[in-house]
């Protein structure tokens, strides 16, 4: 994939500063490029590397103002961060504009498979999925009986969708994610064993999910285990039975989410923070990394850090009396040694 320096202009509403016929063909950091890269400059501490970069087109904001001569063709634009976020787009759009069925895979002769669709090898699409338009299912996925999905979603190699889930528009699953497996449910016996409670609900995906490498959304007990709309999970996070997680809500790596718990919409999870059974954390909650909530959160747009999780500011006014134990501690000695000693005086 070729481009010139004016092609990128006109895409990204721009002007031309250098030769508009230059030509590029990858996308790299600006400290890095070589020629016939195309790199960008948004942040004022890389502006250094503007004036040595080998990059043959760079987008910078067209109120930048040059101290040194560039070799570099010069895309201004209003916005160069943002600029560059559309370029990185319409190239990962590019690359993986896959088309058709490859062989071997299996869809099953009641599956239905929407336009402009492609499968990849080994792919298993079973009875009664109904797939939309423009989807791009990639080898190894596996898709278990009644899964609806629709349009214009993206399933990674080796994802696993189980029976009955429900996947809305502009889905992404990446890698190794896993859509509705059993919930945690066993019902302990008297002699110590356990009975599986069979989990016979579903997993809803609203539109505009995204849900990273490795992460499990487990399917409910009865009823749905819920994602809404527009809610971002990075790899590596469990969530339970049950859960519902409202909408634009933005997750980290490595959360757990305990089972029938509900996360507000607009909510920020930090990595690793794990959250109880049962509770509610209101719109706009914002947690720490390494975070514990064992209880609800009832006051919208607040922010929690610790474990058991407390207000912010008063977690970090707690950890700075922490690091001062040490030298609280050499006092608590010195005032009872005093104290000893007056005692003694006093005998």
Partial sequence: MQFTAQEISLLLDGTVDGDPTVLVNQLAKIEEAEKGSLSFLANPKYEQYLYTTNASVVIVNKDLALTDPVRSTLVRVDNAYSAFTVLLEKYNTIKLNK???????????????????????????????????????????????????????????????????????????????????????????PDGTYNKVSQIGNVILEDDVEIGANTTVDRATLGSTIIRQGVKLDNLIQIAHNVEIGKNTVVAAQTGISGSSKVGENSVIGGQVGIVGHISLAKGTQVQAKSGISRNIDEENRKWAGAPATYYQDHMRSQVVLARLPELEKKLNELERVIAELRKEAQ
Wanted: net charge negative; aromatic share 14%.
């Fill in 99 to 189: 088309t058709g069925i490859e062989q071997p895979s299996f869809i099953h002769p009641t599956a239905k498979i929407g336009k402009n669709a492609y499968v990849g090898a080994f792919a298993y699409i079973g009875p009664n999925v109904v797939i939309g338009d423009h989807c791009k299912i990639f080898p190894n996925t596996y898709i278990a009986d009644n899964v609806t999905v629709g349009n214009n979603a993206t399933f990674y190699a080796g994802v696993k969708i189980y029976f009955d889930c429900v996947i809305g528009n502009n889905v992404i699953l990446h890698s190794g994610a896993i859509i509705g497996g059993d919930g945690f449910g066993f019902a302990p016996n």
